[in-house]
């Protein structure tokens, strides 16, 4: 597929459309606030920032939602951070506010070409196309689209208009190259992007596109020279080298082969194809060690790449690890119990090892298979021969690898700032909301957590010692841990001089809240438990004991104990909390991540539920609840509460997106 958007035809985009769409009423306090909401989103915006810009656009949609400017530059930090669902959404919002902005429709129309729904995109081109018929990147964008509708008349049709209106334009040319390929007709195919050559000859892709012809003739020499003026003008593109590779192959230039499958590995350090190919390489040029390490990632990739697997086994062998080498070769003649090369090569490791009842064994199904062949030596590269990957006959074992289907479109992966759906992290749920004497907020968002009985709570307890509803237990520094050991000295001996149980009972919440952040769980459920032997009607003991109790269960289990009978402990505290507050999202929330860990999906989904009901901007619920969605296979549900999660400022949402979509 084609790159659809750029980074600085948005951003032009954008700055055009606020020029159109400047809100007037600037004397109006309310107005003024909103205005400054988008302009400080919108500079986010700008620096790519765009979880932060998020946030005050979400702050301006609060604020006035009748606006549809938010709703649109939300989408397009959504689009950014790959949420093309989400983005869709907001367009879709935004256009029921104002139906006339065209750059509305073409940000929806790629949001849809993302999720590969290229019907709808064509619809919103066509919408687009009505409002603004000279509209290049709309007419562009659309024959992509009916490419890959395989509606190749119409996108030829198209192509004609676009060719009488732009003539001097390289990418109609080459638009129109594509689709001759796709129809087979390499000639007309050929003369088209020589136009488009002719017109641009800086079009990197155009040359990527002209070598992928030559390569299908096996016409080596001159798809190397167009993939060298490839490789030029878009350097950092692994495809090109490994393309480049074959060609040089197949022309017997071992060295240069190796050398880009190198380059490749060092823009695309998991590409599957350089490390296999290289591996044979490396193999044919008796650099086996190293050739095995190759095998070696491929097969972290892909386990059951039997073809990996042979190579890897032949190659342990050769190195002197006969062990190894049947290890591999068990797993291969497992699968094809007829591969008679296998079977001979494993006799060999067996009886390398003096294991000769097991050699005559393999040797015997040869020897009644009658197969005649010459074995010992490992086959070398089959020059000019080529599998595709989806190819699983072993019998190509030694053959270099081609992607099932050419993809020269590129696709620039940039690390920059903002772009948190890069950065790896794990499928954990978010945890528990808990007591602590330690504020959390973000960047933007300075709205506490908040519940009653907690406040109530608050009344009986000194200023700079309250307690705060949170689901951020933050690591402590060395010094903050001393002031924490200092605190629970101090409120130990307040404890021990009082007499009265109404003054006792508040130090001992501070307490037990104390002992929890520095992870003392055990001391904080016996004060709690003392707690509530007083009070048993505290909603806010039971929600922490429960909170203590679970986290101590995770370390326990962790050491290979049964928690069971804890886990139903923390339900029934978490139970009663309820009935004695059952207005407090987070006590559905805390008790939805006791039944994940019971893997009881359905109850959680149903707590998860409750406490959207009751706190409609939980961004944590929404996450956990898509994580549980995943974990039914619930594609749909779970993109959906993940992008409210990343809408509300739970920016890992993002990332998970993004690797479960893969």
Known sequence: ???????????????????????????????????????????ALYYEDYVLSIQYFNQAISAKPYLFEPWYYRGVAKYYLDDYAGAEKDCSEAIQRNPYVVGIYELRGLCRIQQKNFKDAVNDYNTALRYDPEGLNLWHNRVLCRIQLKDYDKALAEIDTMATRWSKNA???????????????????????????????????????????????????????YLDRAIHLLPKQAGLY????????????LRGAMSDYDMALDFEPNNFLGHYNRGLLRAQVGDDNRAITDFDFVLKLEPDNLMALYNRALLLEKTGNPRAAIRDYSKVIAEYPNFWTGLHQRAQCYRSLGMKKEAELDEFRILKAQIDKRFGKQPRLSKKQMRKRSDEDIEKYNQLAVADEEDIAPEYQSDYRGRVQNHKVGMDYMPMYALSTERFQNEVKHD???????????????????????????????????????????????????????????????????YSVIQNNEGAIDDLTTYIMSDSLSSVAYWQRAVCQS?????????????????????????????????????????????????????????YNRAIELEPHLAEAFYNRGLVRIAQKQQQEAVADLSKAGELGLYQAYSIIKQNRK
């Open 1 to 43: 597929m084609r790159y659809f958007f750029r980074k600085r035809w948005i951003l032009a985009l954008l700055a055009l459309q606020s020029s159109m769409f400047n809100i007037q009423c600037s004397k109006c306090f309310a107005q003024y606030n909103t205005d400054r909401l988008l302009m400080v989103g919108r500079s």
């Open 171 to 225: 990418r109609v040319y080459a638009m129109q190259s594509e689709v001759y390929l796709q129809q087979k007709d390499t000639t007309k195919a050929i003369k088209s992007l020589d136009k488009s050559l002719d017109l641009d000859a800086y079009n990197g892709n155009a040359w990527a596109m002209r070598s992928m012809i030559s390569l299908a003739r096996q016409e080596w020499k001159e798809g190397e020279g």
């Open 242 to 253: 490994i393309n480049r590779a074959m060609a040089r192959f197949n022309q017997n230039n």
């Open 448 to 514: 506490m957590a908040f519940d009653y009985q907690v406040e109530q709570l608050n009344r009986k307890i000194p200023a700079g010692r309250q307690l705060h509803v949170t689901c951020n237990q933050t690591s402590l520094s060395e010094a903050a841990t001393q002031r924490y050991f200092s605190r629970i000295d101090s409120i130990t001996q307040q404890i021990n001089q009082l007499k009265k149980e109404a003054d006792i009972l508040p130090l001992l919440i501070q307490r037990a809240v104390a």
């Open 551 to 607: 986290r101590l269960n995770g370390f326990n289990a962790a050491q290979g104990t049964d928690v069971r009978l804890q886990t139903a402990r923390v339900l029934a505290d978490l139970a009663e909390a309820i009935r004695l507050n059952p207005s407090c999202a987070y006590l559905y929330y805390n008790r939805g991540n006791v039944y994940v860990q019971r893997n009881d999906y359905q109850h959680a989904i149903d707590d």
